[in-house]
């Protein structure tokens, strides 16, 4: 299962050539990230106070293919590629849209372990991750 989140470039987000700056590429991964976890019916706030359990990045990877510019209209893609013990790892798509065609920006991936709040590997809460592993591949996930 793939969560897709639509955005429009902002002038704040691009460097002094115009172009995207490479650390937003990130920032739209986890913006990604947190709108999955909403498609699943969890609000990624409400897990960290209710049950509390983080999802902090301890690995994250990012190819770039094309340059994303101010105003562009991207999409961005995320999905659950594994979930093992308290290892969690999602992919991403950032996508151009226009009329005429769609191009890959770029393309990645963040790991997560998770953790409590004193940062001790915890499982994470079943009913999110029932739901994850179900929109995983039935070979990535265990």
Same mark, same amino acid.
């Given at each position: 299962?793939?969560?897709?989140?639509?955005?429009?470039?902002?002038?704040?987000?691009?460097?002094?050539?115009?172009?995207?700056?490479?650390?937003?590429?990130? =920032?739209? +991964?986890?913006?990604?990230?947190?709108?999955? !976890?909403?498609? *699943?019916? +969890?609000?990624?706030?409400?897990?960290?106070?209710?049950?509390?359990?983080? *999802? &902090?990045? =301890?690995?994250?990877?990012?190819?770039?293919?094309? &340059?994303?510019?101010?105003?562009?209209?991207?999409?961005?893609?995320?999905?659950?590629?594994?979930?093992?013990?308290? =290892?969690?790892? +999602?992919?991403?798509?950032? *996508?151009?849209?226009?009329?005429?065609?769609?191009?890959?920006?770029?393309?990645?991936?963040?790991?997560?372990?998770?953790?409590?709040?004193? *940062?001790?590997?915890?499982?994470? &809460?079943?009913? =999110?991750?029932? !739901?994850?592993?179900?929109?995983? &591949?039935?070979?990535?996930?265990?």
């Amino acid at each position: 299962m793939t969560a897709t989140t639509r955005v429009r470039v902002r002038y704040a987000e691009t460097d002094q050539m115009g172009v995207v700056y490479y650390a937003n590429y990130l =920032v739209w +991964f986890e913006l990604g990230r947190v709108e999955f !976890l909403r498609s *699943l019916g +969890f609000d990624y706030s409400r897990m960290e106070t209710e049950d509390g359990c983080i *999802l &902090p990045v =301890v690995e994250a990877r990012c190819r770039y293919r094309a &340059p994303a510019r101010y105003d562009d209209s991207i999409c961005i893609e995320a999905f659950p590629l594994l979930l093992r013990g308290s =290892v969690l790892k +999602f992919g991403y798509r950032i *996508l151009r849209e226009t009329d005429a065609e769609t191009t890959l920006l770029a393309e990645g991936e963040t790991v997560h372990v998770v953790c409590d709040r004193q *940062l001790e590997r915890c499982p994470l &809460p079943e009913p =999110v991750a029932r !739901l994850i592993r179900a929109a995983i &591949p039935a070979a990535e996930s265990s």
